[in-house]
């Protein structure tokens, strides 16, 4: 049974940082590209990030690039999300979502999600 | 990028009624076309990839359809549980895009 915890979530300022961890289990983690989704306060999904199984390669949404980082600990079974620059706008709950192939890009597992709230 | 509608943005309907979902794409996508459910408080589940291949566990009453720019979801029979909001999804290129959802109801 697959399994995906996320952390690291929390109340930040703008302009701050935070690092999300997700835990992979019940399934091989290097067969599967990882994904980074996000959710406002009662609004739709938006996809923020891909890491490839090998780390290979990584995309971004372009609202986000240059200010988040995916990263991936094989050995850990655990992908990470880093928000450098956070702002208002990024105020979401964040899933970790696994990849249904490599880098097929939709998701067949979710984690239960992890709130990040950037407010002064 | 590719852009995602979807109609009605929420409906009500009554237990046992067949309901339709339609997502529209702004180009082309053959049939890379996902769709989720999420219920109220909870996390989205995956129902339909390929346009019309149902997700395991998923159940029959659900259904998918269309290629191209124009795809429905069915559901042939609504049952209190399938209250929820369905979300399609575009997956043929990055960034795989969203609809903006479809809030169904009980009458």
């Known amino acids: 049974q697959v399994h995906l915890v996320e952390s690291g979530g929390g109340v930040v300022q703008p302009g701050a940082s935070l690092r999300l961890s997700c835990v992979a289990s019940g399934f091989t983690f290097t067969n599967h590209g990882m994904h980074w989704v996000r959710q406002a306060p009662g609004k739709g999904l938006e996809w923020v990030a891909i890491?490839?199984?090998?780390?290979?390669?990584?995309y971004y949404v372009d609202s986000v690039k240059g200010r988040f980082t995916i990263s991936r600990d094989n050995s850990q079974n655990t992908v990470y999300l880093q928000m450098n620059s956070l702002r208002a706008e990024d105020t979401a709950v964040y899933y970790c979502a696994k990849d249904r192939y490599s880098s097929a890009y939709y998701f067949d597992s979710w984690g239960q999600g992890t709130l990040v709230t950037v407010s002064s | 990028d590719i852009q995602m509608t979807q109609s009605p943005s929420s409906l009500s309907a009554s237990v046992g009624d067949r309901v339709t979902i339609t997502c529209r794409a702004s180009?082309?996508?053959?049939?890379?076309l996902a769709w989720y459910q999420q219920k109220p408080g909870k996390v989205p589940q995956l129902l339909i990839y390929g346009a019309s291949t149902l997700h395991s566990g998923v159940p029959s009453r659900f259904s998918g359809s269309g290629s191209g720019t124009d795809f429905t979801l069915t559901i042939s029979s609504l049952q209190p549980e399938d209250v929820a909001i369905y979300y399609c999804?575009?997956?043929?290129?990055?960034?795989?895009?969203f609809g903006p959802g479809t809030k169904v109801e009980l009458k």
């Open positions: 180009q082309a996508i053959t049939n890379y």
């Open positions: 890491i490839w199984y090998d780390g290979s390669s990584k």
């Open positions: 999804q575009k997956y043929n290129n990055a960034p795989p895009t």
